[in-house]
């Protein structure tokens, strides 16, 4: 397959570009700053905020994963680029503050909730909000834990709807590795069209 990252050198974007190299698709990694070319992928440096640019550069693809940074990104003119391309899928690497807790309230809702996340976690339910209130785009938003960090490659995940995973000990998290993974079987297994689920260990 043919797959164009956005955000390709962030933390989350480098996993999935090394993840779906690994399996052999051919990855075009968008960001401003782009990494060397390796294997199966091409850098390309854009700006995502230029949506004649960012449209031309995805046309041909058969999916496209935005791993950018939300309260950097302009959710309407990005959707449009997308629509405008033709690109049959749109993939979203989302946030945690939208689930819901034991008490049936979002996280972002807690009072716990840190106070240094909540203009990154605001623009992310912002977005998600978006996709769910558009038509005819076949989008996909796929939710980490609460703790979305660097650890092992397990190859394990478990799957939710709009609840917020946690083990028998309340801890909730997942590997930008395992992450990874999970989005490269979203991408070559859909299982979740127009719709947001969540991940964690």
Same mark, same amino acid.
């Given at each position: 397959?043919?797959?164009?990252?956005? =955000?390709?050198?962030?933390?989350? =974007?480098?996993?999935?570009?090394?993840?779906? %190299?690994?399996?052999? !698709?051919?990855?075009? %990694?968008?960001?401003?700053?782009?990494?060397?070319?390796?294997?199966?992928?091409?850098?390309?440096?854009?700006?995502?905020?230029?949506?004649?640019?960012?449209?031309?550069?995805?046309?041909? !693809?058969?999916?496209?994963?935005?791993?950018?940074?939300?309260?950097?990104?302009?959710?309407?003119?990005? $959707?449009?680029?997308?629509?405008?391309?033709?690109?049959?899928?749109?993939?979203?690497?989302?946030?945690?503050?939208?689930?819901?807790?034991?008490?049936?309230?979002?996280?972002?809702?807690?009072? !716990?909730?840190?106070?240094?996340?909540?203009?990154?976690?605001?623009?992310?339910?912002?977005?998600?909000?978006?996709?769910? %209130?558009?038509? =005819?785009?076949?989008?996909?938003?796929?939710?980490?834990?609460?703790?979305?960090?660097?650890?092992?490659? $397990?190859?394990?995940?478990?799957?939710?709807?709009?609840?917020?995973?946690?083990?028998?000990?309340?801890?909730?998290?997942?590997?930008?590795?395992?992450?990874?993974? %999970?989005?490269?079987?979203?991408?070559?297994?859909?299982? !979740?069209?127009?719709?947001?689920? $969540?991940?964690?260990?």
């Amino acid at each position: 397959m043919k797959i164009a990252i956005l =955000g390709a050198t962030g933390r989350a =974007g480098s996993e999935i570009v090394a993840e779906l %190299a690994r399996r052999g !698709h051919d990855v075009l %990694a968008i960001s401003r700053k782009p990494g060397p070319s390796a294997g199966h992928v091409t850098p390309l440096a854009l700006d995502a905020r230029d949506t004649a640019a960012l449209t031309t550069a995805l046309r041909g !693809h058969d999916a496209v994963v935005s791993a950018m940074r939300f309260a950097d990104t302009d959710a309407p003119a990005l $959707t449009a680029a997308v629509r405008a391309s033709g690109v049959p899928r749109f993939l979203v690497v989302g946030g945690a503050a939208s689930l819901k807790t034991g008490d049936g309230k979002r996280l972002f809702d807690s009072p !716990h909730f840190p106070d240094a996340y909540r203009a990154e976690a605001g623009a992310g339910i912002a977005f998600l909000d978006a996709l769910t %209130a558009s038509e =005819g785009l076949d989008w996909t938003f796929l939710s980490p834990a609460m703790v979305f960090d660097t650890g092992p490659r $397990t190859g394990a995940y478990r799957t939710g709807k709009d609840d917020l995973l946690t083990d028998k000990d309340g801890n909730s998290f997942i590997s930008f590795a395992d992450y990874a993974i %999970a989005m490269a079987d979203e991408i070559e297994t859909p299982r !979740h069209h127009r719709e947001r689920f $969540t991940i964690a260990s």
